[in-house]
């Protein structure tokens, strides 16, 4: 019970934090890979259709997926190239603006040009640099992007050139295990909505919660 309350006031305090925070919509269409030199997981995202981002500089590396529309083969139909965006916001709201991907022309254009946009709530255009990761990039998408910002590209961000230890995708969901219990239905909910960064502080309470 202390942990549910201590929990339920974390949540409210993350909660409250959000309020004033940049909200990023994510499109079904969008594999968002890294965010701010961090590798976002899959499962991690699974379900939410947004994250909640600190005010400030922010560098995405994203591509874009579609399927075949015959639903019963889940072959990829078209994989855009990692494409890199950095910008700074003081929006309420920010979501990533595809152009017409209908036929190979369209898509050619989009690999070569990169000509999303990145929106705020009123739809305004927000100003951004952007960039893809070079052809000859490591596999590891966060090591690809660390050694992409250490060598001062266009869309480099050298504070996201800083090695940081991130816990593995398995770990994270193991440390939340407990909050699969009936009296906490939306600690996973509320957990999603948030940045890596901003969960792994929230674990870090827990823990010590949990263990004093």
């Known amino acids: 019970m202390k942990l549910l309350l201590a929990v339920t006031g974390l949540i409210t305090l993350l909660v409250t934090a959000s309020c004033s925070a940049i909200t990023l919509k994510l499109d079904p269409q969008i594999d968002l890979l890294v965010l701010d030199g961090r590798k976002i997981s899959g499962s991690l995202l699974k379900g939410a259709d947004s994250l909640e981002l600190d ?12 399927l075949r529309d015959d639903r019963k083969d889940t072959s990829l139909r078209y994989q855009s190239v990692p494409m890199i965006v950095t910008f700074h916001a003081e929006a309420k709201t920010i979501a990533i603006r595809l152009p017409a991907l209908v036929n190979k022309h369209d898509r050619h254009r989009f ?64 440390d939340l295990a407990w909050a699969d219990q009936p009296e906490m239905p939306t600690i996973k909910r509320w957990f999603q909505r948030f940045d890596e960064a901003t969960r792994q502080q929230f674990l870090n309470l827990v823990k010590m919660l949990r263990t004093s």
């Open 111 to 174: 690999d070569r040009t990169l000509n999303f946009q990145l929106v705020d709530e009123h739809g305004k255009e927000i100003s951004s640099i952007r960039d893809r990761l070079p052809a000859n990039s490591d596999s590891d998408v966060e090591k690809a992007m660390l050694i992409y910002n250490r060598d001062d590209k266009i869309a480099s961000v050298p504070q996201f050139a800083q090695t940081t230890a991130t816990a593995p995708a398995a770990q994270l969901t193991a």
């Open 55 to 66: 005010r400030g500089q922010h560098q995405f590396l994203f591509r874009v997926e579609q």
